[in-house]
T-cell receptor, first 116, second 114 residues
């Protein structure tokens, strides 16, 4: 069965430093996609970045990049130059290629706090 | 921009009541989803729908049902609310070609059952 694991319930980072949020996944599918979402205290879920299992390059979106290690089944989110506004919950999620309706399976989340 | 609107931000209901959570999306998306979010558990899929009048069970459907009579609207129904259904409920939608398409979420409904 597919599964997403985020082992860091909480993380602290100093403003302007980089931080890595861990995500490991388990699937028997060869075709799948990995997503990261941000949820600030307001509660909205904000899509950050996507990585496909067949993508040759690691995904990047502005200050966000995804360290995709397929053999290790990990898809860690790297946030460069942290800002106070990055304080939020972060969720890793996976979609298997054959997933009906495009459903996503989510991890438990990591709460990131950025210190001034 | 995709807009997913959930009818209530906060809701307080009594045990045994029938509860309706409404969700509307404005992007003509085929797929709609209901998740519940609990601390330490992340988001868990309750039900989803990939077409009008179609529904599929997610990982935790017990105690819930859904209705999708129109493409833009997906309702979650708690037939007889219980205290263990106190949670944050998130509705989402996505386009037909799943692939890289992210889910677009509403702002959530925080339900308290007393």
């Amino acid at each position: 069965a597919q599964k997403i694991t985020q082992t860091q319930p909480g993380m602290f980072v100093q403003e302007k430093e980089a931080v890595t949020l861990d995500c490991t996944y388990d699937t028997s599918d060869q075709s799948y996609g990995l997503f990261w979402y941000k949820q600030p205290s307001s509660g909205e879920m904000i899509f950050l970045i996507y990585q496909g299992s067949y993508d040759e390059q690691n995904a990047t979106e502005g200050r966000y990049s995804l360290n995709f290690q397929k053999a290790r089944k990990s898809a860690n989110l790297v946030i460069s130059a942290s800002q106070l506004g990055d304080s939020a919950m972060y969720f890793c999620a996976m979609r298997e290629g054959g997933a009906g309706g495009g459903k996503l399976i989510f991890g438990q989340g990591t709460e990131l706090s950025v210190k001034p | 921009d995709v807009k997913v609107t959930q009818s209530s931000r906060y809701l307080v209901k009594r045990t045994g009541e029938k509860v309706f959570l409404e969700c509307v999306q404005d992007m003509d998306h085929e797929n709609m989803f209901w998740y519940r979010q609990d601390p330490g558990l992340g988001l868990r899929l309750i039900y989803f729908s990939y077409d009008v009048k179609m529904k599929e069970k997610g990982d935790i459907p017990e105690g819930y049902s859904v209705s999708r009579e129109k493409k833009e609207r997906f309702s979650l129904i708690l037939e007889s609310a219980s205290t263990n259904q106190t949670s944050m409920y998130l509705c989402a939608s996505s386009g037909g070609e799943a692939g890289r398409s992210p889910l677009h979420f509403g702002n959530g409904t925080r339900l308290t059952v007393t």
